[in-house]
Nanobody
Framework: QVQLVESGGGLVQAGESLRLSCAAS????????MGWYRQAPGKQRELVAT???????SYADSVKGRFTISRGNTKNTVYLLMNSLKPEDTAVYYC???????????WGKGTLVTVSS
């Protein structure tokens, strides 16, 4: 069982920055993929960014060049630095984690990011 706890959400104005954090605990595989998804009101949950244990990253086209995903020194912490935020980035952001060989994610409870225009 993996537990994920997000923090760092809040209300910001368009153009500003925000950093989200996610701490993983429990039985997390040594080789894993952690990431961030988001879900806006009335929309499906979508992938934002992922990072492997080895540091390989992947981003949704809508956030490339603006968001940066990274891991902390303990490797069980993942961050999402969001720059140049837009109102369309408003959503609940969820942290995810899974073993490299697993297709099933564990999820955090989410943190709300609101970007005002």
């Amino acid at each position: 069982q993996v537990q994920l706890v997000e923090s760092g959400g809040g209300l910001v104005q368009a153009g500003e920055s925000l950093r989200l954090s996610c701490a993983a605990s429990g039985s997390i595989a040594s080789s894993n993929i952690m990431g961030w998804y988001r879900q806006a009101p009335g929309k499906q949950r979508e992938l934002v960014a992922t990072i492997t244990t080895g540091g390989t990253t992947s981003y949704a086209d809508s956030v490339k060049g603006r968001f940066t995903i990274s891991r902390g020194n303990t490797k069980n912490t993942v961050y999402l630095l969001m720059n140049s935020l837009k109102p369309e980035d408003t959503a609940v952001y969820y942290c995810s984690a899974r073993a490299m060989w697993d297709l099933t994610n564990s999820w955090g409870k989410g943190t709300l990011v609101t970007v005002s225009s």
